[in-house]
C-alpha cells in the first residue's frame, strides 16, 4: 500500500515563497508518475504539476516559471518549490502517486483518479 505525507505548507506573504515536500513508502523498484494538486474553497482540484515516470516535468499554466516540481529518488520525496506566492495560489495542496501503466488510452496522461493521494497540506498568502 503506498502512502504519501505531505508537510512544509504554511502562511506568507504574497512574493514569499514555501517549498512542499511528500514522502512515499511502500512501493519500491517502480517510478510511479508523481504530481501536486491543490484545491481552494468553493473551487474544484485543480492540477499544479508533475512529473511522469520518465522524468519529464509539466506545469500548469498559472505556475509556470514560480512553481518547481522535483524528487529525490533516494529519499522517495517529491517537492514542490513555490516562489513568488499570490494570493490566488491559497489552497490545499496534495500530492498523489499513480502506477506508470495506469494512463488514459487516448493521451496516456496518467489517471490520477486511480491513484493514492496525501492528507492535503494548507497553504495561506496573504495580500
Known amino acids: 500500500q503506498v502512502q504519501l505525507v505531505e508537510s512544509g505548507g504554511g502562511s506568507v506573504q504574497a512574493g514569499g515563497s514555501l517549498r512542499l515536500s511528500c514522502a512515499a513508502s511502500?512501493?519500491?523498484?517502480?517510478?510511479?508518475?508523481m504530481g501536486w494538486f491543490r484545491q481552494a474553497p468553493g473551487k474544484e482540484r485543480e492540477g499544479v504539476a508533475d512529473i511522469d515516470s520518465d522524468g519529464s516535468t509539466s506545469y500548469a499554466d498559472y505556475v509556470k516559471g514560480r512553481f518547481t516540481i522535483s524528487q529525490d529518488n533516494a529519499k522517495n520525496t517529491l517537492y514542490l518549490q513555490m516562489n513568488s506566492l499570490k494570493p490566488e495560489d491559497r489552497a490545499m495542496y496534495c500530492c498523489a502517486a499513480v502506477h506508470p501503466s495506469i494512463r488514459d488510452r487516448e493521451t496516456k496522461t496518467p489517471r490520477w483518479g486511480f491513484g493514492y493521494w496525501g492528507q492535503g497540506n494548507q497553504v495561506t498568502v496573504s495580500s
Open positions: 511502500g512501493y519500491t523498484y517502480i517510478r510511479y508518475c
